[in-house]
């Protein structure tokens, strides 16, 4: 049984902790995984690895096996993600890298060299999977956009609006 524990710090998103928990109840469920694990999140932009070079996740898997191994993940750049990707893609790109990790895990328990093309195209699998599973849609995403463009380009509008009213003299009242 895959037994895995989330370390969260009291300043990690709610919301994205929320996502995490779901998610890895839902691999427990699918019984893919087998063993202990610690998840740490972290709330910087990036994770130290041994060799002191700042990585975007990091796996730790120690020669003794009776050590627990464990995942490093930083969210400091969540929220650009966000911003630049909208929060269903941001969510399910980070649970994908999650799971590529998870897959390296599975690497390390048999003993074989990483395979991150491999992992990846599984992790890519899976998190299609999870996708139909919780029947998240990204068309919601958009039409939000969409509809703040528009409110952008309606603010724009009165702007211009009411310099031109101001410029004519028809804006302001006079005494």
């Known amino acids: 049984m895959f037994e895995p524990k989330l370390w969260i710090k009291p300043t990690n998103t709610k919301w994205l902790v929320k996502e995490i928990s779901q998610y890895l109840d839902w691999i427990i469920k699918k019984g893919i995984f087998d063993g202990e694990m610690n998840i740490f999140l972290a709330n910087a932009k990036f994770v130290y690895d041994s060799s002191a070079r700042k990585r975007e996740g990091n796996f730790f898997g120690p020669f003794d096996k009776s050590i627990i191994p464990s995942l490093y993940f930083p969210l400091g750049d969540i929220f650009r993600t966000i911003s ?4 269903e893609n941001a969510v399910c790109d980070w649970l994908q890298y999650l799971t590529l990790f998870l897959y390296d895990y599975v690497d390390w328990q048999e003993d074989r060299e990483f395979n991150s093309e491999l992992n990846n195209d599984l992790a ?8 139909d599973f919780k029947k998240i849609t990204f068309e ?8 703040k463009r528009k409110r952008a380009k309606i603010r724009v509008r009165r702007k211009k ?9 028809k804006g302001v009242s006079k005494k």
């Open 84 to 87: 630049r990707r909208g929060k």
């Open 124 to 131: 890519d699998k899976m998190i299609y999977e999870y996708i």
């Open 161 to 169: 609006k009411k310099k031109t009213h101001e410029k004519n003299g």
């Open 140 to 147: 919601s995403e958009d039409r939000r956009k969409r509809e």
